[in-house]
């Protein structure tokens, strides 16, 4: 069990302190990722109507995997902005290789939350907040899914709560930048993302030096 105490408004004002310092390079991530997903969403609508199943397949299926790639990108991009690391927008593509581990990881954690949702609910939803993790592992640590899984499950043990707090503070935030015409989303993503990142690098380092 980590010692580590979720301090929700130190997470996000560090969140706020990064995204103002590297704003432009985080701007242009965001536009990169929105406009490639938007053409991949587009030319797989192009195909709807047409008939043409194998078509829409193969797009939807890019965008699919493009997503994935985009996601272990922020991921890493976000921790090495928590290191304090030099951070261009080549980096964004650093990890892709581990895309295959990654993809393995999140259909088995959204498998176990399925199952556990069926049984008696509450084991999917613990199961959901204690592995959470596992994507930051899979991409900082490179461990394979079960490792990643194991070691979210160790480092999260008594923090389901904070854990949930700063979800609920995310989902907030969040709404206020939809509500500010969408154009808050801006700032209210990265900010949010960096706080998220934060304190998995917190509990991580926590729960290494509980060992």
């Known amino acids: 069990m980590t ?4 301090d929700i408004e130190k997470a996000f004002r560090f969140g706020w302190e990064k995204t103002k310092k590297h704003f432009w390079l985080i701007f242009s991530v965001m536009i990169f990722s929105f406009v490639v997903s938007s053409i991949f969403e587009a030319l797989s609508f192009s195909y ?55 993809i393995i990881g ?28 596992y994507r930051f592992l899979i991409v ?13 499950w160790n480092m999260t043990k008594g923090q389901s709560l904070g854990l949930v707090k700063i979800f609920l503070a995310i989902i907030g935030l969040n709404i206020l930048g939809a509500l500010a015409l969408g154009v808050g989303l801006f700032v209210t993503v990265p900010v949010s993302l960096i706080a998220y990142a934060f304190v998995y690098n917190k509990l991580v380092h926590a729960d290494s030096q509980v060992k």
Do not use: C
Request: avoid cysteine; proline fraction near 2%; hydrophobic fraction near 55%.
């Open 3 to 6: 010692t580590f105490h979720i």
């Open 48 to 102: 709807k109507n047409s008939g043409y199943y194998f078509g829409r397949f193969i797009f939807s299926f890019f965008g699919w995997v493009f997503n994935a790639l985009v996601n272990i990108g922020i991921i890493h991009m976000s921790l090495m902005l928590i290191n304090d690391r030099a951070i261009k927008f080549n980096n964004f593509f650093d990890k892709s290789y581990l895309f295959l581990n990654y």
């Open 106 to 133: 999140t259909l088995l954690y959204f498998a176990a939350i399925v199952v556990g949702l069926i049984l008696l609910v509450v084991p999917g939803i613990i199961l959901m907040i204690r592995l959470q993790f």
């Open 140 to 152: 900082e640590k490179e461990m394979n899914p079960l490792e990643a899984f194991s070691k979210s």
